[in-house]
């Protein structure tokens, strides 16, 4: 039981980078590679203030407000230096690197024994493995909320329709370029929250905490999207958070079975190929029953 | 919500038992002891100290699949993999952990305060705050460090070169484990009663004009186990060349890429000795207490090929431990 409460409470911590990802890859349609520099931004800021005595919600906040920074820059290299979506992520996160490395002055800070975000929770006497559920189940409803909300306003229906048809906004005399960068400081900045809370649930933070976070969150993203198909933004952003749930399960389950840990990455890549091809067999499936219903 | 859905939220559902089904069960045998190990990913230092872990653990009485049984989990180099590994180390009711390389530990830490936990492959245990200090612990973590033997490496580059009267330090000032190690050997040094001269690099691209500069004033040079510098060791050995400099540094594989010598950690046996830590926590010791270890046994490590260009002669009783 304890494994599945731990892939639970990760999949909803790493659901907040998921939902970033998704308002950069199905949202604006643009791949963003910041995130895997974002990601241990938010971690490194938020272990830094933690233990120079800052309180884990404002140090989590700081984070945030960084990682939107961070998506400014690349909304700036993107939009205004004319530089290709792929590259600008790929410049930020590269240029992180080194901001990282300032920010914490070493590789790697240690929390344990410092007061986190989770002690907050749990100082209201719940049990100890159900606290990291407890504040992943906070942060995400308050996010998927607050995005509600955001994405029914005016400038939220011109954000999704600049990722659709980006001619038809500018027609209407919208700046694109403003909302795209919007929605990539939206978007790292959920990325850097992300970081910040796995930083305080691991115990540390470390600079190459972001390797292959791209690729979790993209999985959980498609794998939502794979099982529920098409729906109202709300209930996409709750398949999102499902997604990263379910590919927790995935890794829990390959653990569980015991398989040889070096091919542990093979089999990631294998769950990802079967969903991300999952469309494809759906149609040559449909295709198939169709003509013998001829 | 259509069929469809629910028939799906079903499916997550058989999912999460599958996983509660394949979790595995609480162990009852009494008689084989629980040793899990979590590994950061492959890498041939991490892979020796494991070999050497479970080798001498088998010499001492506790073979694995007899006396013993080992849960092995390794991250992959993903540290994502860290938390749940950990966690399954934790549930399996593991009665020690033997985590590799910093993360490992400070994953396993923070998920247990009570499953005693031993480090491999971790430099400095106190900066990376796992125990209150390295003498006494006080937390249920210890183990060995693979802190670089320091004064041993400066004693063997004065054996080499013993005319030396200034040893210049070459480092990157930014890596926080450089600056750590030069604080130490700066004090070492002193006791000697030599002469110290320090030059920083910020990265690959300075190293160059910054050792020319040094050669002038120094009769031998040190360089700490340094990511900047290691990576241009070819650099160092060609100025070294040029000006008849002995280099010692910090690891092995700095020594044979452009250095003269060193004596190196040797993470076999510093797995071995990991081991030892564990039977004596087996046998009742409380890891709180437990000094962390350094290497008791270095490796010898000597560039033939420097050693000729420069005009060094390795003296045979060095040449015999090889």
Known sequence: ?294 | MNKNTIVKLLGVLLLASVVVWTSPSQKDSNEILQVGILQLLEHSALDSTRAGFIDRLEELGYKEGEQIEVTYLNAQADQSNLTVMSQQLVSNESNLIFAIATTAAQSVANQTTEIPILTGAVTNLEDAGLVESNEFPNTNVSGTSDMTPIKEQLELLLELAPDTKRIGFLYNASEANSQLLVNIADEIVAELGLETEHMTVTNTNDISQNMQALVQRVDAIYIPTDNTLASAMATIGNIAIQHQIPVVTGSNEMALEGGLATLGVDYYALGRQAAEMAVSIFEGADVSTLPVQTANETELVINEEMAEAIGIVIPDHLRGGE
């Open chain 1, 1 to 294: 039981m304890d494994i599945l409460i731990t892939a639970l409470s990760q999949g909803l911590l790493w659901a907040l980078m998921a939902i970033g990802v998704y308002i950069t890859y199905r949202i604006l349609d643009t791949a963003d590679l910041s995130a895997e520099g974002t990601f241990p931004l938010g971690g490194a800021v938020a272990a830094t203030l933690i233990i120079q005595g800052t309180s884990p919600i404002i140090a989590t906040c700081l984070a945030i407000i960084a990682g939107m920074m961070a998506g400014f820059v690349t909304g700036i290299l993107y939009t205004k230096l004319k530089i290709p979506a792929l590259l600008s992520g790929i410049l930020t996160m590269t240029a992180l690197y080194s901001i990282n490395l300032r920010i914490m002055g070493r590789a790697n800070i240690s929390l344990i024994g410092q007061k986190t975000l989770y002690d907050i929770v749990g100082g209201l006497g719940l049990e100890s493995r159900l606290v990291p559920m407890v504040v992943g189940l906070i942060c995400v409803a308050i996010v998927i909320g607050l995005l509600y909300w955001f994405f029914h306003t005016e400038i939220g229906y011109v954000l999704r329709a600049t990722g659709d048809n980006e001619q038809m906004v500018r027609a209407q005399g919208v700046n694109t370029d403003t909302m795209k960068i919007l929605g990539l400081m939206i978007s790292n900045g959920l990325i850097a929250f992300s970081g910040a809370l796995i930083a305080q649930d691991n115990g540390f933070a470390d600079i190459s905490m972001g390797v292959g976070t791209i690729v979790i969150g993209l999985a959980s993203v498609i794998i939502g999207e794979v099982l529920f198909g098409n729906l109202s933004i709300a209930k996409r952003l709750m398949c999102v958070v499902l997604g990263s749930a379910i590919y927790r399960m995935i890794i829990a389950l390959v653990l569980n079975l015991g398989l040889n840990p070096i091919d542990l990455r093979l089999i990631s890549a294998i769950v990802l190929t079967i969903t991300l091809a999952s469309p494809t067999f759906k149609e040559i499936i449909q295709k198939r029953t169709g003509k013998r219903g001829i």
